[in-house]
């Protein structure tokens, strides 16, 4: 049995009980859980978010993490990959930490409690459009700081994410896939697609390599999952009050079913007062 478990978006108290349903199926130690990317940002608590995954995995060793396009931008503004000149690499991180914040990660970063971090954001708009000199100023010279309090088995975590996963019936990926035949360079993109592709992939009604291609990213309405013959959409919006989905993929049935648990959020980002992870160890 295959389990898929869709865009999470830092919503600590729906992970934690969407996994405790898991749990109490339960689980066969054979049965693979995959997780479809997009773990952090906008949520109540990404850190809890990881960490309870972490602890997932050390419970269950079947379990597969994609990469979502929200920890690309984590991973872009840590700068694993930036030109050596010092001033260089320095200017270019303040920028992709810049986008990230813009897209999310304010609440990730606040999560991990950085010292500063949260009056800083208290003295600019929080919409991160238009920053004025002396809070960028301060900014460009605190933020390579603020990032060092996102513990090292965080970015451990992060750079281990999969792009894809692939069964002989099914290709999980976080966002999509380009038609077959084509490739990401050809087709015109400057980044991966499997993270950020829509269209053409939504509408499109090719034959993925005779596979059903499971896939988040793109929020469905009203919270129901997109069913489709050649593809399957579970990123029910949970960081928007939709639901938190996971999808159920048994090679002996056909048809996929699935497990939701209602949006639901702690009111504080704080890490002392997020919802205790079903899998702590006393």
């Not at 690309?72 to 030109?83: T, V």
């Not at 894809?164 to 999509?176: D, K, N, R, S």
């Not at 035949?181 to 034959?207: K, Q, V």
Request: aromatic share 10%; net charge negative; hydrophobic share 40%.
């Amino acid at each position: 049995m295959i389990y898929a478990i869709g865009d999470i978006h830092g919503q600590h108290t729906m992970l934690c009980a969407l996994l405790a349903k898991l749990d109490a199926l339960p689980l066969l130690e054979e049965d693979t859980v995959v997780f479809l990317g997009d773990y952090v940002d906008r949520g109540e608590n990404a850190r809890g978010v990881i960490d309870t995954l972490l602890q997932w995995r050390n419970q269950h060793p079947h379990t597969v993490f994609l990469r979502g396009n929200h920890e690309q931008f984590m991973l872009d503004a840590y700068g694993a990959e930036l030109p050596p000149d010092e001033a260089q690499n320095l200017a270019l991180r303040a920028e992709l930490t810049l986008v990230w914040l813009q897209n999310g990660g304010i609440e990730t970063l606040l999560s991990y409690a950085p010292p500063g971090f949260r009056e800083w954001c208290e003295t600019v708009n929080y919409s991160m459009l238009r920053i004025p000199a002396a809070p960028l100023a301060e900014f460009k010279a605190s933020f390579a700081p603020w990032l060092e309090a996102i513990p090292a088995p965080h970015w451990e975590f992060l750079r281990a994410t999969q792009m894809e996963y692939l069964t002989p019936h099914y290709h999980f990926v976080h966002a999509g896939l380009l038609t077959p035949g084509t490739s990401w360079e050809t087709a015109g993109w400057t980044i991966d697609p499997r993270l950020w592709i829509r269209e053409p992939f939504l509408s499109s009604r090719a034959d993925f390599d005779g596979r059903i291609v499971v896939f988040g990213h793109t929020p469905q309405r009203k919270g129901r999952p997109l069913l489709q013959r050649n593809k399957i959409g579970i990123d029910t919006g949970a960081v928007f009050g939709g639901p938190l989905t996971a999808g159920i993929f048994d090679p002996q049935v056909p048809a996929p079913r699935f497990l939701q648990v209602p949006y639901m959020r702690l009111s504080s980002v704080s890490p002392e007062t997020s919802a205790p992870s079903p899998f702590a160890r006393a």
